[in-house]
Structure formats: C-alpha cells, structure tokens
C-alpha cells in the first residue's frame, strides 16, 4: 500500500463515522494537495498523505491535550510509525504554533516537533485554508471568517486565527503565485 493510501485508510477510520464533517473537509483537503502536483513535483505524494492525515487529532480516540496538530502528530509518532516529514506536517500546519502559544502547548510543540520546509507548509497551509467545512473550495478570506463565526470572537481558536492571518495568507499568496507560474 502507497503512502497515500496508507494515510486516507487511516484518517478514514478516525474520522468518517465519529466525526462525518471533519472527514468531508479532510477529503477536500486532500483534493486540494493532489492538484498541486504540477508545482510540487516529488513531493506530491507527501502532501496529500499530510492532508489526509492533518486533522486526526480531532477524532475521539486521539484526544489528549486537545490541540489536534499535537495530538495527530504524537499520535503519527508514537502509534502510526509514521515518518517525520508527515509528523511535523501535522504539527505545524496552518501556523499552529500560535494556537499552541493560547494553549500554553508552545513548548510542547515546538521542542516535539521541529517544523517542516517552508514549501510545503505552505502548500499544506493552502489546502487547509481554503477548503470548507464540507470539503468544497472555499476562499481564503472566507475560510477564516467562517472558523471565527464556529467559534466565537472570544475563543482561543479565533484568537489564534487573527494573529495566524499573516502567516496564513502568505502561505496562500505564495502557492497561488507559484501556480500563476505554472
């Protein structure tokens, strides 16, 4: 089994039944990396595996801290043997260390998990942001006004959303420039 697929069965079975919404934007998600196969070339394979797998940390039998980039990735670490481009991936997709900072989770982040090549945060960071709840293509800008209307103006994920915005739209910058090049 390709790592692909490896990754889609295991994201399939945390997620599709207990938590069906979360497992349509994962499929989005990983629609979205697999079209950037043009721009990114041998890394192709590994992005859409993090898509599928970047949001594990929601479902149910992986909660721990209750940061999803945390849980997912010591779950990929320490269960799935999964390797450590996919790991940090995990960890640090869509700018969540500042997310780990409002948990009081910084260190625990960034000492477990060094982040991963700019390039493909990016990339990763893109498909996150601008791709919906249900899995359709959303535009950046929507995407986080859509998790701050779910959460709230109060909450520590709008917070960290507001403070990410830069970091998130320069990664969608940078991949919308490079597929302009393409």
Not at 131 to 136: A, C
Request: glycine share 6%; charged share 25%.
């Amino acid at each position: 089994m390709g790592h692909v697929e490896w990754a889609r069965d295991l994201a399939e079975r945390l997620l599709a039944k207990p938590l069906p919404r979360r497992w349509a934007h994962t499929q989005g998600v990983a629609a979205r990396a697999a079209s950037l196969a043009p721009i990114l070339g041998d890394d192709s394979d590994t992005l859409t595996a993090a898509a599928y797998l970047h949001d594990i940390g929601y479902s149910p039998e992986l909660v721990d801290t209750g940061f999803h980039p945390l849980d997912g990735a010591r779950y990929l670490r320490d269960i799935a043997g999964a390797d450590e481009t996919l790991r940090r991936l995990v960890a640090h997709h869509s700018c969540a260390v500042n997310e780990a900072a409002e948990r009081d989770l910084y260190d625990a982040l960034t000492k477990e998990f060094l982040p991963e090549r700019r390039e493909l945060a990016d990339a990763l960071t893109y498909c996150d942001m601008t791709t919906g709840p249900d899995g359709r293509h959303l535009d950046v800008l929507d995407r986080l006004a859509e998790i701050r209307s779910r959460y709230g103006p109060d909450h520590l994920v709008s917070r960290s959303i507001t403070v990410s915005t830069p970091c998130i739209l320069a990664a969608v910058c940078s991949i919308e420039a490079a597929l302009r090049t393409r």
